[in-house]
């Protein structure tokens, strides 16, 4: 080991050459330690005849479009001879695109998609990296929600029941287009009184007979013992017996990466760090009818002009809507200290070590302190525990997880477990913001705001609100039925825009319509990457779950460079290599990928919404940074000083997430 040391000590500062000389011997070692399984290959005929079974393995595409090919469709920038702000008007803009969406989750990404094989002509705008608003940092689940079904019972309301119905689905239909991404996952009620198992039992066959076809396997009660031969961490002390239902498990950030990719494949124009500073007025009818968007990276603003505009912007909802209402569309100060339109509520999830739950099995605490639910789940080979529900009296621009919250859920997750969960456990720790809604047409529109406590005309599901001037805004629902939600505010926006109706557009086919990576994939994938390839099991199921048919690709980036199939933070990393450098599967060759292929502009982006790292094990992600600026700055010709930026901008980032105690709620960047 000791001449492997000295490579990596030479490679510390990470020159060019000094790296292609360390790979040589260092890939030797690495390979064998966690790439290739040993290397026999002998190929036969008979295995042509196998493969012409299954889909192709393709290992190259051609490249998207560069950031700068996309910029240049949105026409020339501003400059400052043009009008002042105040007296901008859509007559003004360089560019036009049929629809405008702003806000680049769950939901707008899905609607890009829909409007776009539709046949329009469709822009999405991101003011940060997709998926980095709520869309990342929910529970993951694709569900119906167990838990409405009590109250649609109870309070016998056809509306409950109908959520319940749609949400069941449009489960399906993640599970069918995006199958590299989601998986049924079965999940364990633990019960501790009798009377309670056939209650919760006839609960969950109800939630399996309303999804009917759709249904992904029938629940089943588990004795005492073998509950708990499941699972092992569970204390048995009073248990009756377990009761197992089924849901949709999905990598949230990367199905919402896909979506915007897949929308872009389809010709839509999608751009990260684009923030909407105001909205274009028609200088006559002082409709909605453009965008001003400022380019994050380089402060240039561009003027483009839409028949529509869609806002999906969740949390930011209001101000959006606030640009809507004033005359020149610029956004009324301070909004979002004072929403009106969403009531905010921050929900905190931790991740832990995969010993805290069983490996194929989730936990529902259905009887927390405060009765809420409480989900303890296997992803991506560790435990995601939460989630927290706090009502926020603004909406913070960079939500962080309190120390509180933490504790809380280690505090419930300890009435289950026989061992002692540490707070030194979380590997990582993050808070996302609810947008629930309400109907702003039911809002008197005299007070300033209202009171966080007020709940008049909450909607529980999605709501679409059509502002006096034209802007269209969907927020609400819950990522399992963006695709409805998508179909319908373009049904909507579609029926409201005069210049759409000659336009002769498609119907909506997005219910079964393929995600990228899901076009060529099938369940024998892992198995194949694995055959062909000699790949261990952990990196032929990560490349698989998570990039599908684009596996290949990179796979075969390490045979064209073998730097590519080094993990990450093991060389600018000052550390000893260990055992520990080799846990996380996520090479130089991933980074690679995302960023020609997934539009990755800050390691941030990478490290926490393409390949998980920081949402996983945030420390490790931290240990990685310095690899991947020196990756990215190779690509992306940074300097010292933007180098500098990024790093730290990352470790504040990463720092956030569970390592340093958080004691007020409302970081920022
Ligand atoms: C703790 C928690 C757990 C959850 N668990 C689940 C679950 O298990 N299953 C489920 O189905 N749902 C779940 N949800 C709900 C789900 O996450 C959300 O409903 C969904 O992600 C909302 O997506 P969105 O696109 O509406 O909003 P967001 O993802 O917040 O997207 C809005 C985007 O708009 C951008 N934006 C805002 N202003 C501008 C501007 N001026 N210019 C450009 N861009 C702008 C933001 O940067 C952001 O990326 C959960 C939510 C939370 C908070
Ligand atoms: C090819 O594989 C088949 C089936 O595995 C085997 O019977 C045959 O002997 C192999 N041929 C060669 C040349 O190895
Ligand atoms: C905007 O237009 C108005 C009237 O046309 C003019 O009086 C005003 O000076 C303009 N403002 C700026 C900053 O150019
Ligand atoms: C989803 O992706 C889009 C664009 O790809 C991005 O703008 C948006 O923020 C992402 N949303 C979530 C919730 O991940
Ligand atoms: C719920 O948990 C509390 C303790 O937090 C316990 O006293 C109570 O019996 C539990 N109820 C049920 C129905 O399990
Ligand atoms: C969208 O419009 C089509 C055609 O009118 C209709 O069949 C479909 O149900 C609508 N979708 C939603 C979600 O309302
Ligand atoms: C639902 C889910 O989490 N699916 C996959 C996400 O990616 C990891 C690999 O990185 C898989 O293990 C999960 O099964």
């Known amino acids: ?93 360089k560019s036009k695109f049929d629809l405008i969406i702003v806000g680049g989750g769950a939901v707008g990404s899905g609607a890009a998609l829909d409007a776009q094989l539709r046949g329009l002509n469709v822009l999405l705008l991101e003011k940060n990296d997709f998926a980095s608003g709520t869309s990342s940092k929910s529970t993951k689940m694709a569900h119906g929600g167990v838990r409405y079904l009590e109250k649609a019972i109870f309070q016998l309301s056809k509306a409950q029941l109908d959520l319940v119905i749609e949400a069941l689905n449009e489960r399906a239909s993640i599970l069918n287009n995006a199958p590299h991404l989601a998986q049924v996952l079965p999940i364990t009620i633990p019960v501790y009184k009798y009377w309670q198992l056939p209650y919760f039992y006839a609960g969950c066959l109800m939630y399996d007979l309303f999804a009917g076809s759709q249904a992904l396997r029938y629940s089943y009660i588990m004795t005492k013992s ?26 949230d950030s990367r199905m919402n990466v896909s979506l915007a ?173 609810r947008p629930l809604v309400r109907d702003p047409s039911l809002i008197p529109q005299d007070g300033e705001g209202l009171h966080v406590s007020s709940t008049q005309g909450l909607v529980r599901n999605h709501l679409i609100y059509h502002a006096p001037n034209g802007l269209i805004t969907i927020s609400g629902g819950k990522w399992t039925t963006y695709r409805e939600m998508a179909e319908d505010v373009i049904n909507q926006t579609i029926n409201s825009t005069p210049e759409f109706k000659t336009k002769n557009l498609k119907n909506c086919v997005t219910r079964d319509f393929k995600l990228i990576g899901a076009e060529n994939f099938d369940q024998t994938l892992q198995a194949r990457l694995a055959q062909t390839y000699q790949l261990t099991d952990k990196l032929s199921s990560h490349l698989s779950s998570n990039y599908g048919d684009r596996a290949p690709i990179i796979i075969s980036s390490f045979k064209s460079n073998q730097d590519n199939m080094l993990p990450l933070g093991l060389l600018s990393n000052s550390n000893k290599p260990s055992y520990k450098s080799f846990d996380h599967q996520f090479t130089i060759g991933e980074l690679k990928y995302c960023l020609k292929y997934e539009h990755v502009r800050h390691p941030v982006d990478f490290l926490a919404r393409r390949c998980r790292l920081a949402f996983l094990d945030s420390k490790a992600a931290l240990n990685c940074i310095d690899d991947v600026v020196e990756i990215m700055a190779d690509e992306f010709k940074w300097d010292q000083a933007k180098k500098d930026k990024v790093t730290l901008e990352s470790k504040n980032f990463i720092q956030k997430m569970g390592i340093t105690e958080n004691l007020d709620p409302y970081g920022s960047l």
């Open 261 to 433: 990719l897949t929308a872009e494949k389809h010709g839509a124009t999608i751009l990260n760090y684009m923030d909407v500073k105001q909205l274009l007025k028609d200088e006559t009818s002082l409709k909605t009818k453009g965008v001003r968007v400022q380019d994050i990276e380089t402060g240039s603003e561009y003027l483009i002009a839409a028949d529509a505009v869609i806002s999906a912007t969740g949390p930011y909802s209001d101000l959006l809507l606030s640009m809507d209402k004033s005359s020149n569309g610029l956004p009324e100060p301070n909004i979002l200290n004072n929403p009106r339109m969403v009531v905010p509520s921050g929900g905190v999830h931790v991740v832990l070590p995969e010993w805290y739950c069983a490996k194929d099995m989730g936990l529902l605490d259905a009887n927390t302190s405060d009765g809420r639910v409480m989900f303890f789940l296997p992803w991506q080979g560790k435990v995601l525990a939460g989630t927290t529900d706090v009502p926020l009296s603004k909406i913070p621009e960079n939500p962080v997880a309190t120390e509180l919250e933490i504790n809380d859920i280690l505090k419930e997750l300890q009435h289950y477990v026989k061992f002692k969960v540490r707070r030194e456990d979380v590997l990582s720790a993050w808070c996302g913001v």
């Open 1 to 93: 080991m000791s001449r492997f040391r000295s490579t990596l000590n030479l490679s510390h500062k990470w020159s060019r050459s000094a790296t292609l000389l360390a790979t040589a011997t260092l890939t030797a070692t690495a390979s064998t330690l966690y790439l290739y399984n040993n290397q026999t290959t002998f190929k036969n005929d008979s295995d042509k005849q196998f493969a012409s079974k299954f889909p192709p393995l393709i290992e190259s595409l051609p490249s998207p479009p560069t950031r700068e090919e996309l910029l240049s469709k949105l026409g020339t920038p501003l400059s400052n001879s043009d009008n002042s702000e105040e007296n901008l008007t859509s007559k003004d803009a």
């Open 226 to 251: 073998n509950t708990l031969d499941k699972h092992k961490q569970l204390d048995g002390e009073g248990l009756v017996g377990g009761l197992v239902y089924h849901d949709g498990l999905f990598n």
